[in-house]
Each structure stands twice: as C-alpha cells, then as structure tokens.
C-alpha cells in the first residue's frame, strides 16, 4: 500500500467519533449534509501544510482550486483511521504532488503518445488557419460576397422599379378601357419588363454561380481539413477516455466512458478530488467513511466558489462518477450543518445591523451582502416603465440603504406574495446567480387552487412535467408547448381540502415564467386553478381578491459564508 498518500490519525480517535459510512452524496439536500468534524481537521491540516508560493498562485485571480480529503479506515485486524489528500486537475502545472492521490491515469503512458497527438492537432489547426488567411480563399469569399450582395441590391431595386410600372399600367388601363391601340401598347411594355427581369436574374445568377465555382476548391479543402481535425480530435478523447482507471467496489474497473454514455465524458471528467480519492481508496483496500471538498484560494471566473467554504461534489461529472465506484450509500438523518465553512478560513465582516423594514416591506434577514423581505402582494419585484410602475421591492431596497448596487436575484409575479432576495452588490448578484442557475435554491410555495377533484385528496403528491414557453399573440400568457417549449417541471403535494379549495405545496424544479400558475390550471397539471388567478383563472373574487400564491419558504447556502439560509414567511391568507 502506498502509505506516503494517507495520513493516520494519532492518537486514533474513539469509535463514536468516526462515521459509520457514505451518505447519498448527491440527494436533493446534499449540502444540508453536516461535514464530519474529522473531516473538518483533515481539511484544516491539508490548508495549514499548503506553501506560501501556491497559496500566493491560488490567490491569483481565478487561480482557486478544489481540494478534498477523504476519511479511510483499513480492513486490518486492528482497523486504524486516517485520510487522503486529492486536488482537482493539476495544482502547480502538475498532476503530482507530494502526499496527494495521483491521478486516475498513467502520465508516463500518456506522455508517448500525447505530444505527438496535440502536434499533428496544431498541424490541423495551423493548415486551416493558413488557408483562411491566404489571398485567394479571401479574395474568392469576397467576390462570392459582392456577387450575392449585388444580387440581392439590383433585384429589390429592379422589383421596386417594375412593381411601379405595373402600378402605373393598371392605372392607365383603367382610365383607356376603349382604346385598343394603348391596350396593347401596355400588354408590350408588360412583356419587355417580363424579358427584362428573366434577363436580369440569370444575369446575376451566373455572376454568383461564377463566384462559387472559383470559391469552391477552397471550401471544399477547407471542409476536408475541419472534418480530418474533428475525426482526429474524436480518436484522441477516445484515447484519452480509456486510459482512466477507476476502480469500484472490490476494486472492479470502472469504465470513464460507460459513466457517461451514451454520451462523451465531459472535459475534465475523473480529474476532480472526489474521484481520485475514492479510485485510490478502494485500489488499495480501504473503507471510505467521509467525504469533504473546499474550495482554496480566489473565485473562478464565472463565480459560485468561494475561499474556504465546503461544497458537495459537482453533479455534472462526479454525478456520474461516483455512484458507480462506492457502495449504496449509508441512511443519515436530515440535519444542519455543525459547519460548511473550515474553521481555519476568515469570514465575513460581522453583519451589518438589521432594518425592520423597508417601506413597509418587512425584513427577515439581513447581512452586508443579502437582504431578504417579504414582498406584498400587488408590488412588482423590479420597477416597470415609467413613474406608475416605479414602486417596487427593488427601488425600495436601493432608497432604504442608499445602495444603487442593491438588485433583486430572481423575482416574483406582481400578484404573488412572499420571500424574495436582494443581493447587496455585483459579486454577490452573480453568486446568487449561479445558485439558481445550479437549482441550489429551494422554494417552496403555498397555494390555494380554486376548487377540488377526487384526483386531489389530502396527500397525494406527484410532478408535473408541462414544457412551457409565451404566447405570442397574447403576452405574459405563458402556453404549454411539448415542440417548442422550454422544459418545466414542478412538485406538488396537498396538504389540505376544503369545501371548495384544495391547499397545495409547490416546489419549482425550473424557473419558467408562470410555470406554477400554468402547471395548475392546465388539464394535464392539477388541472384547478390558483384562486384569484386572473391570467389562468377565475380572477380576484371577493373570497379571493389577490392570487393565492405565497413564496413561504427558501433555503439556500450563503455565497460568502456557506452558512445554510432557511426562512419561513407566514402565509397571509
């Protein structure tokens, strides 16, 4: 066993101190999951032992990295506990690092054929280039582009022309019903500006036809070296695909291709820490027990890191990875984190002091980098057009705090109710951003549909899967469209059924404009509308005189802290 790649726990900590297994690493409330304290003292040592000189890299602007460690025990007689070190891709322009798990491939095995398979790739790359700067591909794409441009220029002026010549012949014939001479004077003229657009058309035709025949070896060499690069291209990433060696339970080869299929990996598949640790886990023999991943040093480029703050792992790659290198996952109660943030790590500035309110607006959280309040219903989440339209949860927030940079992240219909969040400055916005984006926001609604249905007792549950996109000729209606739709899906569960209302919990899956109005009404959804929905509805009746929709409950991981927010605003109705 390569004993240089874990770390023992000295002195070995007491058996009620070490978990007992894996949970589900991808369940919908994986990042509610607390981080083992083990796990959060490797963490801490594998940051401690880092060098200045890449602590300083990994500070650089998008330079951060994941890290991991996984907590292992052997299967000796006298088991002992300890952990592994993995890092994603490369940490200092290297695959290798001391006391890091090496990479799920043979570097020495890919160096002999790696550089001779990216030269022949730069080959390609550099003939296509040189035919695409040559004078005669440009001049011939240029002569092609006059020819179809003059075309197109000296037909509509020839269209205009003779559309006004027929103009001025109807009026004329018009006006000389009984004189035959002029009559057939006009009949003449029509069929001289009949010869002269056929003329013209071919004229200018053969002037394109010309331009292509000259352009077309060009092209067709262009085509053959784009497609000779691309076959090339498949062949390497095959290559590269089969070289990973992924080991499973019982130290079973996992395929990196059969993760994925039918489709290709993507880039940077089984290069994550995850994936390294766990493979070089159960090639060796050891049980894994716990799993942590941190992000060190400055945010990627596109956001959603942060320095120090624990993450789940990533559901595009190691999604597919890792469900088949680990045992069926260990049942763990639902809790909240004892911490998703390494001790070790600098927080936030202490939050700034909360607002009870913004205008009326109450205020359920507040720090230097997010407000959340509870919306009316009957305000806008941003401000519309003109001065009517200016009130809203946004332009509130900015005059309250004397904040420009105060934007809200996502919205809510003008006639739905409840929790909405403002991000405080750009950074924050982007973040929050991503979080969406990634669906790691929950929310869920309380809704009161207009009616009742055997389909709907108390309990039952299900998701709807309605594809959704606008009506064009009836805006902000949203339509159902199973061909050109936008994919939407949203839970739902009844929670109660009155005489005439039936009381549900609605969890968007996406984010589609209306998708919980339109998944309610619609026949193949719940088929009931939302009470005082006056779009899909009934509307505003005086037992329902808004929409009875209410955004009652968020939760979400902070961008900055890692902290979980979870809130609840009580339902008005």
């Not at 891709?89 to 006391?99: F, I, R, S, V, Y």
């Not at 240029?142 to 003779?162: H, K």
């Not at 088949?324 to 002091?353: D, F, Y």
């Amino acid at each position: 066993m390569s004993l240089q790649h874990i770390t023992w726990f000295e002195p070995p900590p007491a058996s009620a101190d070490v978990p007992s297994g894996l949970p589900d690493l991808f369940a919908d409330d994986a990042f509610r999951q607390p981080i083992h304290p083990l796990a959060q003292r490797a963490a801490a040592m594998v940051i401690a032992e880092l060098a200045p000189a890449t602590l300083a890299a990994l500070q650089q602007p998008g330079g951060g990295k994941m890290f991991g460690v996984l907590l292992v025990c052997d299967l000796s007689a006298t088991p002992r506990v300890g952990f592994l070190r993995g890092f994603s891709g490369k940490l200092d322009g290297e695959w290798h690092a001391p006391g890091y798990v090496p990479p799920l491939f043979d570097e020495a095995a890919r160096a002999l054929w790696w550089t001779d398979g990216e030269a022949y790739l730069a080959t390609l790359d550099a003939q296509l280039a040189a035919l695409e700067a040559s004078a005669a591909y440009i001049d011939a794409a240029a002569t092609l582009q006059a020819a179809l441009t003059a075309q197109t220029a000296e037909l509509e002026q020839l269209r205009a022309m003779l559309l006004a010549r027929r103009n001025q012949r109807a009026e004329q014939r018009a006006a000389t019903l009984d004189d035959a001479t002029m009559l057939q004077q006009l009949d003449a003229a029509s069929r001289r500006d009949g010869a002269l657009q056929r003329e013209t058309k071919q004229r200018l035709a053969s002037a394109v036809q010309q331009a292509r025949s000259a352009l077309q070896p060009l092209t067709a060499e262009h085509t053959r070296l784009r497609e000779l690069r691309s076959a090339t291209s498949r062949r390497f990433m095959q290559t590269v695909y089969d070289e990973y060696d992924l080991r499973g339970v019982d130290n079973v080869r996992v395929l990196l291709r059969d993760c994925f299929a039918p489709h290709d990996p993507p880039g940077g598949a089984g290069d994550c820490a995850a994936p390294k640790m766990v493979g070089f886990a159960n090639a060796h023999g050891l049980r894994s027990l716990a799993l942590a991943e941190f992000w060190i040093g400055s945010p990627p480029t596109h956001g959603g890191r942060v320095h120090g703050v624990f993450y789940p792992p990533c559901r595009g790659k190691c999604g597919a990875i890792l469900p088949k290198m680990l045992p069926a996952p260990i049942a763990t109660p639902i809790a909240m984190p004892i911490t998703q943030v390494i001790a070790t790590q600098p927080l936030l500035e202490s939050a700034a002091p909360a607002l009870s309110s913004l205008a009326d607006i109450p205020v359920l959280y507040r720090d230097d980098r997010l407000l959340i309040v509870h919306k009316p219903s009957g305000m806008l989440s941003i401000p519309g057009r003109g001065p009517r339209l200016a009130d809203a949860v946004q332009t509130r927030a900015q005059q309250a705090l004397n904040n420009p940079a105060a934007v809200v992240a996502h919205r809510l219909d003008q006639d739905t109710s409840g929790l909405i969040v403002v991000a405080l400055d750009a950074a924050t916005l982007a973040a929050m951003h991503q979080l969406f984006a990634r669906r790691d926001v929950v929310k869920h609604y309380i809704a009161e549909l207009d009616g009742t249905t055997a389909a709907l007792p108390a309990g039952a549950s299900g998701t709807i899967h309605l594809p959704l996109r606008p009506d064009h000729y009836d805006r902000p209606r949203q339509i159902v469209d199973d061909e050109l739709g936008k994919s939407a899906a949203t839970e739902w569960c009844v929670l109660q059924v009155f005489a005439n209302r039936t009381r549900v919990q609605l969890t968007p899956q996406t984010g589609r404009t209306h998708q919980l109005r339109v998944h309610a009404a619609h026949p193949k959804g719940l088929a009931l509308p939302i009470a005082g929905d006056r779009i899909y509805g009934h509307g505003p009746t005086p037992a329902a005189p808004r929409l009875l929709l209410h955004a009652a409950r968020l939760r979400f991981v902070h961008p900055w802290t890692g902290v979980v927010i979870e809130l609840a605003s009580p339902v008005p109705f």
